[in-house]
């Protein structure tokens, strides 16, 4: 053998040596970091012995004395599996993402700092309920035995980025609490962007751009908007900055829950039912624990981060949440002085609040900046960077100032404990007193087979019913009078039709005071009463086939439109024909081995680009549709009635409705052709549709990928459906998207959904029913970290027992606390 040859190989030899061991120290290093399951520590702080018990899916069961062991033994738990996404959460909000991750992060550092999001927390910290800042404290220091005892061992996230987690405070879980109530605060957003078509095209054409309920439909006066050239969208920017980046992407941040009573139920007992919509993430939003105490008995959904359970049951009562979609934020354009120190309000002259603030930055200088507040609210148009770079005159580019309902005091830790600790209707009215962001539409039975539901929200009292636009700031007649008092929100208790759910839908007509234009499409709250209607009766069973259900209302009635159009048309094309045939024919299931799916949803696509696309720029138009229901109610809208936006203004004839939806249908056929070939079996929903659920760090490689995402899956479903699926109508439009760039999205991917399932029978008091989306465990080489995808893509339940022995008897794993 020559000599270069032994070599090479002798190399290679030694290069595939260094691999397998650096790999095999690697592994034992990364399986270090996994948290210990069974284990005896003693710890400070608690008086009393506790102990955790954990079955094969890492579900744990708390034994403790009381409220504080309580909170202590949560706040370990939560820092074992989930610290870095909560210290990641806690950063974000404290505006400290660019210490970690550098300059690129500074506008979102500036956005929160703006909000005061940190600064508001540490002063509503003062003046909660004694019992809510003594859970506080209890699980701060449960999160903080976990920091102290496991450095160097931290999560390996940690590790990559080079940076040890600080110690927990009180405040940091307040933070979580006003974070979650950003994410789903979306309805200013359509304020800035309505507010833009104002300017651009007038009152009478922005009306047809608007989606509209008749009580309150839009009153535009748009006097102060045409005053002023432009409207900023750097907020909007900003803030979809940083839901990409934590992965809060999505628009349909909704839910599904319902409940039957013993009339409507098989068993002869309520069934309660419930799976929030929220950002796909991986890990998940969700940690499940079960709780066994003196006086603290509940199992449910807790947050990482907080200190109680969110979603759940107790030996009582039990409860499930939607998203109420309030407007519970307004902007106005203010008028500054030359020395942009003072506003003008009702004829003079105030002094702005003004003070600066100091970002520090990896690898880089600081910046310091200023904060400016009104009476309302911070200025919100000076937060991107960029602006310093490209300035523009106060005419052209408005001051805008921000009133949101989270800037006020809450205290919804002690909600969610006195709800937490509920024995009936009663104490749950008492609890939501105190729940006010975000708002929630709370769905409630009992073990004396009552039903309920109230919305529970902190709901703006306004002097124009119809906040849909930007307000002029100079006049004190913008401004909210007060809040709808807690006794005066929408309630009901036992209705006759012996059911209730919501959707993420209007509630309730004619209601006086305005909760909002934002509602989501009717066709998951049609289809769900459809289905509670379709019988007498309803099982555990049947609720598990309702929450998969992947009919669609609204797909049916857009359907009947595409028909109509192609009635009385000679059809040639033979895949038009067949297109046309299986819309014809179709049960409207968004059925992931269908083709009929994806011949619609590539028709809804080109429909918005047809209808609007003319007219609206690219960017424009992306931002019309990025809040989803905005265009879906659209789309009925001008189908049933009219729209000049019909005709194509770059053509010399008038198009009507029925030529776009003819124009429509070609392109989309086109589209699927080209994209995946011309046979119309190769055009099932599935091969398009995916669902993956993604770490922070996806994107950077395709090995990380593999090693932290979890998918992608093919999936069924869409926007519309009860188990919603919804995937991006802007990145449709984006010409970015599908490109080689790892972090870019893929065209029609479903990245928002069901955060989890949970199912409760109270004639099953000893069991209950729910899965999530992937698994409880936040380290990607644990076992329990994706031991659930399977279940939650097929529609399978784990039944976990409640019975404390029982649970104790099966369970795999003991973790004992003791008193130091």
């Not at 506008?107 to 929160?112: E, L, N, V, Y």
């Not at 911070?378 to 580019?397: A, G, R």
């Not at 309920?452 to 636009?469: D, E, F, H, M, Q």
């Not at 409760?760 to 644990?782: K, N, V």
């Amino acid at each position: 053998m020559k000599s270069w040859k032994k070599i090479f190989i002798g190399i290679s030899i030694v290069l595939v040596s260094v691999l397998i061991v650096g790999s095999i120290i690697s592994y034992y290093m990364l399986k270090k970091s996994l948290p210990n399951y069974n284990d005896e520590l003693k710890v400070s702080f608690i008086k009393n012995k506790i102990e955790i018990y954990r079955d094969e899916n890492a579900i744990p069961l708390i034994e403790a004395a009381n409220d504080e062991d309580v909170a202590f033994a949560i706040g370990y738990l939560h820092a074992q599996e989930r610290l870095f996404q909560m210290d990641i959460a806690r950063r974000a909000g404290e505006g400290r993402l660019s210490e970690i991750f550098g300059s690129k992060l500074i506008p979102i550092d500036k956005m929160f700092r703006t909000m005061e999001i940190y600064k508001i927390a540490k002063a509503s910290f003062l003046k909660l309920n004694p019992l809510s800042q003594k859970v506080l404290i209890a699980y701060s220091k449960g999160v903080n035995e976990f920091i102290k005892n496991s450095k160097g061992k931290y999560q390996v996230e940690f590790d990559i980025l080079g940076y040890d987690p600080e110690l927990w405070k009180p405040e940091h879980s307040l933070i979580i609490a006003k974070l979650m109530g950003w994410e789903l605060n979306i309805s200013w957003w359509t304020d800035i962007v309505f507010s833009q078509f104002v300017q651009k095209f007038g009152e009478e054409k922005a009306k047809e751009l608007i989606p509209h309920f008749p009580e309150n439909a839009p009153t535009i006066t748009p006097q102060q908007l045409k005053q002023v050239s432009s409207i900023s969208s750097e907020l909007v920017d900003v803030d979809r900055q940083y839901r990409k980046f934590v992965g809060f992407v999505g628009t349909h941040i909704g839910s599904n829950n319902w409940v039957v009573n013993s009339q409507k139920s098989v068993s002869g007992k309520p069934i309660i039912a419930n799976d929030p919509h929220l950002a796909f993430s991986q890990p998940g939003k969700w940690y499940f624990v079960m709780i066994r105490s003196n006086n603290w008995n509940a199992e449910g959904f807790s947050l990482p981060g907080l200190p109680s359970i969110v979603i759940g049951k107790n030996q009582n009562i039990a409860w499930a949440m939607t998203n109420v979609m309030a407007d519970d934020a307004d902007f106005y354009i203010e008028k500054l002085d030359s020395s942009k120190t003072k506003y003008f309000l009702d004829g003079n002259w105030k002094e702005l609040k003004i003070y600066k603030d100091t970002i520090k930055v990896k690898d880089s200088s600081n910046v310091v900046f200023e904060i400016k507040k009104t009476h309302r609210g911070p200025i919100v148009t000076d937060i991107h960077p960029y602006q310093k770079l490209f300035p523009k005159s106060e005419v052209e580019f408005p001051t805008m100032s921000m009133r949101w309902t989270g800037f006020e005091f809450s205290d919804e830790v002690y909600s969610s404990i006195l709800l937490n600790k509920a024995k009936n209707w009663n104490d749950f009215n008492e609890a939501l007193k105190y729940f006010t962001i975000p708002g929630q539409n709370f769905v409630y039975a009992d073990k004396q087979n009552n039903i309920g539901y109230i919305c529970a929200v902190r709901l703006p009292i306004r002097k124009n019913n119809s906040p849909t636009l930007i307000y002029d700031g100079t006049t004190s007649n913008s401004d909210w009078i007060g809040f709808v008092p807690f006794e005066q929100l929408p309630k009901l208790f036992n209705p006759s039709q012996n059911f209730i759910a919501s959707a993420n839908n209007k509630t309730i007509k004619d209601y006086p005071i305005h909760i909002s234009n934002l509602w989501e499409p009717s066709s998951r709250i049609d289809r769900i009463t459809e289905l509670l209607l379709s019988k007498q009766k309803h099982s555990v069973e049947d609720f598990m086939k309702y929450q998969m259900d992947f009919v669609s209302p609204y797909a049916k009635e857009i359907t009947k439109h595409i028909l109509t159009a192609f009635q009385d048309v000679k059809i040639k094309d033979k895949n038009l024909q067949t297109a046309i045939e299986l819309l014809n024919n179709w049960n409207f299931e968004l059925n992931e081995f269908s083709q009929t799916p994806a011949i619609y949803s590539f028709f809804l696509k080109n429909f918005i680009q047809n209808v609007w696309g003319d007219e609206l720029s690219n960017h424009l138009l992306r931002e019309y549709i990025f809040v989803a229901n905005v265009p879906y109610r659209k789309i009925i809208e001008i189908l049933n009635d009219d729209s000049s936006f019909f005709d194509n203004v770059k053509t010399q004839v008038v198009e009507t409705q029925n030529d776009i939806i003819r124009k429509s249908m070609a392109d989309a056929l086109s589209e699927l052709e080209k994209k995946y070939g011309s046979n119309v079996e190769n055009w099932q929903w599935g091969k398009i549709h995916k669902v993956e659920f993604k770490h922070m760090f996806s994107g950077q490689s395709s090995i990380i990928d593999k090693l932290v995402n979890v998918g992608p899956y093919s999936i069924g479903g869409d926007g519309t459906t009860i188990f919603n699926t919804e995937y991006s109508f802007s990145d449709l439009f984006d010409k970015e998207t599908e490109t080689q760039d790892l972090t870019k999205r893929k065209k029609f991917e479903n990245y928002l959904g069901p955060s989890m399932r949970y199912i409760f029978d109270f004639a099953q008091p000893d069991y209950l029913y729910f899965i999530l989306p992937t698994g409880q465990a936040g380290h990607f080489l644990s076992n329990n970290y994706k031991d659930m995808t399977n279940k939650w893509l097929k529609g399978s339940y784990i039944k976990l027992k409640l019975n404390e022995n029982e649970f104790i008897k099966s369970s795999e794993y003991k973790l004992t606390l003791i008193p130091n």
